[in-house]
């Protein structure tokens, strides 16, 4: 089945460790993005890419990292320079990155992570 | 900048009642589209509606209904008979044309709570 996929479900991470989320997309949509839940306020953009190795910081970007070397993934590095990383990550991806098309953005199931 | 307001933090209704979520939205583009994503327990944002800033017809699908109104930047969403099924958290997001990328603005989301 086509879709996005984030892994693991459920991570937790002690303090001064970095920690990586997995996401792949089978959709062959060119661009993708990392978004951030709090409670109360919303999902907000950590990062995005639109093309193969290339990617542009969100509102949030500190304390973060990621790559795109392939058009199917974009994993996200959550550093120990991030003070509260304590939150719900969702990956997205949609068809055309470049160009603004209003496509519509596709979410995968997200992942918890909680520093213990 | 842009910017999405869901005034509504909490809604709680009975099963069959009709529900109307707001959506207030600030941008300086023309070109921009809005769109309307239901996030379950489970967690995983579920794609509702895609609506660009030329189309103002209001659009219905079963239930749901979406009122698009330009002259006062809402985007309301109305559950017609509502179900417990349809209790979860529904973001309104806005995607515009400057900043490139295809980038979405959501709202800090509605929580619907329907009850039997």
């Known amino acids: 089945d086509g879709g996005i996929t984030q892994s693991p479900k459920y991570l937790f991470r002690k303090e001064g460790q970095n920690v990586t989320l997995s996401c792949e997309q089978n959709l062959n949509h060119d661009a993708m993005y990392w978004y951030r839940q709090d409670p109360g306020q919303g999902l907000r953009l950590i990062y995005y890419s639109q093309i193969v190795n290339d990617f542009q910081k969100g509102d949030i970007a500190e304390g973060y990292s990621v790559s795109r070397e392939k058009k199917e993934s974009f994993p996200l590095t959550v550093t120990s320079a991030q003070k509260n990383p304590t939150a719900f990550y969702l990956c997205?991806?949609?068809?055309?990155?470049?160009?603004?098309?209003?496509?519509?953005?596709?979410f995968g199931e997200g992942s918890w992570l909680t520093v213990v | 900048a842009q910017k999405v307001t869901q005034a509504q933090t909490e809604i709680s209704v009975v099963e069959k009642e009709d529900v109307t979520l707001d959506c207030v939205y600030e941008t300086r583009d023309t070109t921009y589209y809005l769109f309307w994503y239901k996030q379950p327990p489970s967690g995983e944002l579920v794609f509702l509606i895609r609506?660009?800033?030329?189309?103002?017809q209001n659009e219905i699908s079963g239930r749901y209904s979406w009122n698009f109104q330009k002259s006062t930047s809402s985007f309301n969403f109305t559950i017609t008979a509502s179900q417990v099924v349809d209790s979860a958290v529904y973001f309104c997001?806005?995607?515009?044309?400057?900043?490139?990328?295809?980038?979405?603005?959501f709202g800090t989301g509605t929580q619907l709570k329907v009850e039997l």
């Open positions: 609506r660009n800033s030329f189309d103002e």
């Open positions: 997205a991806s949609t068809l055309q990155g470049a160009t603004y098309s209003g496509n519509t953005i596709y």
């Open positions: 997001a806005l995607s515009e044309a400057t900043g490139g990328g295809n980038k979405l603005t």
